[in-house]
């Protein structure tokens, strides 16, 4: 049972275009929602992370979009750059207990010059 | 941020042999640490979680006689791949959670060749 859906599996976008990768849950007990960034043999490093009770959080050219009601949220990359082509994770986290983490499949990153 | 450091980053072993990954966190302690297991272009997939003096907690599915994990000290978690065998190559991740946060570092990763 895949708990944090996420699409597309593969994404190609312009340098300079915006990335838009969407994430959904099922399960409400979920209250921390983190974004991973993965480049090929490293390990995934934090990106950028919301919490249900903010519809919104920016950092940089990043910002996650997030719709409690539709359990739902979204990571858009403003002005992608080759430098962002990476594997992207979303996850989910229940807080409490041991914090295991919930990961989306993955979304591929391509930046085009 | 904490940092996670993993070793070797890189194993080559025959088949049948036993491979050990220590995971180390470098400015923090951590009770708990966590063991995934990622396979070519897919995700993580959570082995098992690894608590400070007592014993891990495996993911179902995964064997628990092959896969030893000791959580030595409040900085240390070991995998050991015992009888390794070519289905067992994989890219093998930790992670720690802060304590008192929802941050959890990553470390780099090890890659396990088995031939």
């Known amino acids: 049972q895949q708990q944090v859906k996420q699409s597309p599996q593969s994404l190609i976008v312009q340098k300079g275009g915006i990335s838009i990768i969407n994430c959904a849950y099922e399960?409400?007990?979920?209250?921390?929602f983190p974004w991973y960034q993965q480049f090929p043999g490293k390990g995934p490093a934090l990106l950028i992370a919301?919490?249900?009770?903010?519809s919104e959080k920016k950092e940089g050219r990043f910002t996650i979009s997030f719709n409690k009601s539709a359990k739902q949220f979204s990571l858009h990359i403003m002005d992608s750059q080759p430098g962002d082509s990476a594997t992207y994770f979303c996850?989910?986290?229940?807080?409490?207990?041991?914090?295991?983490?919930?990961f989306g499949i993955g979304t591929k990153l391509q930046v085009i010059p | 941020g904490a940092v996670v450091s993993q070793h070797p980053s890189r194993v080559i072993c025959k088949s049948g042999t036993s491979v050990k990954i220590e995971c180390r966190s470098l400015d923090f302690q951590a009770t708990t640490m966590f063991w995934y297991r990622q396979f070519p272009k897919q995700s993580l997939m959570l082995m098992a979680t690894?608590?400070?003096?007592?014993?891990?907690?495996?993911e179902q599915g995964v064997e628990k006689d092959k896969f030893l994990i000791n959580h030595a000290s409040l900085t240390l978690s070991t995998l050991t791949v015992t009888s390794a065998h070519p289905e067992d190559s994989s890219f093998y991740i930790c992670?720690?959670?802060?304590?008192?946060?929802?941050?959890?570092?990553f470390g780099p990763g090890t890659r396990l060749t088995v031939l």
């Open positions: 992670s720690a959670p802060t304590r008192g946060g929802n941050e959890q570092f």
């Open positions: 690894s608590n400070e003096g007592s014993k891990a907690t495996y």
């Open positions: 399960n409400t007990a979920f209250d921390y």
């Open positions: 996850a989910a986290i229940q807080s409490g207990g041991y914090q295991k983490v919930t």
């Open positions: 919301i919490r249900p009770d903010v």
